[in-house]
């Protein structure tokens, strides 16, 4: 079974700085999609950013961008020029190439952007 | 904004209560999901729909059924819920069941079971 794993429960930054969250997972397979999604006080879980295991070069969107490492099976979220509308919780997720598997989640980060 | 909606946003129900949560989504995705998520923790797969038939019962209770009336709705009916099933409650969709797609979730119900 996978895992995904989200070692630190709380985070803050101040705003306009750099922050990395992360995010470790457990697999055998070689092929799958990685994401992080994010869930303010609203509650919607928001897709941030997606990664596919196959490419090499790390997604960016915009102020946010990961670190993949593949043979580590590491894969944190970096959020630059931090605002205070970023303050939510964040969850990375994993799912396989495989017919019927599912998302799994990490426990989640919480962030807090103080001004 | 969320190409998933879902109603109500929030939800007061007595045990003996009938009520049920809905979902609509407009993107053409054929499979759509519920999850479950309590307060802190990640969301928790309950159902997923495939091309309008159910293919994944992750060991929901009964008093949790779901139904998909057509390609972009999906419900939720509640029946003598108990009051451990407060939590927010998660609609899904992605462009099918079977691939790596990106699941789109709506904003959530909130239910409180009195």
């Known amino acids: 079974a996978q895992t995904v794993t989200q070692s630190q429960p709380e985070m803050s930054v101040q705003e306009a700085e750099t922050v990395t969250l992360s995010c470790t997972y457990d697999?055998?397979?070689?092929?799958?999609?990685l994401f992080w999604y994010k869930q303010p006080p609203s509650r919607q879980m928001i897709l941030v950013i997606r990664q596919e295991a196959y490419k090499q070069q790390n997604a960016t969107e915009n102020r946010f961008s990961v670190n993949f490492q593949k043979a580590a099976k590491s894969f944190s979220l970096k959020i630059s020029d931090s605002q205070l509308g970023d303050a939510a919780m964040y969850f990375c997720a994993y799912r396989p190439y495989l017919v019927g598997n599912m998302l799994t989640f990490g426990g989640g980060t919480r962030l807090m952007v103080k001004p | 904004d969320t190409e998933v909606t879902q109603t109500p946003k929030h939800l007061v129900m007595g045990m003996t209560n009938k009520k049920s949560l809905k979902c609509e989504q407009h993107m053409g995705h054929r499979a759509m999901y519920w999850y479950k998520q309590k307060a802190k923790k990640p969301p928790e797969l309950m159902f997923v729909?495939?091309?309008?038939?159910?293919?994944i019962n992750e060991s929901v209770p009964s008093r949790f059924s779901p139904e998909c009336p057509n390609s972009s709705l999906l419900n939720l009916h509640l029946h003598a819920l108990q009051p451990e099933d407060s939590a927010l409650y998660l609609c899904a969709s992605s462009q099918d069941r079977d691939t790596g797609n990106t699941i789109y979730f709506g904003e959530g119900s909130w239910l409180t079971v009195v």
């Open positions: 729909y495939s091309y309008e038939k159910l293919s």
């Open positions: 697999t055998s397979e070689s092929d799958y999609y």
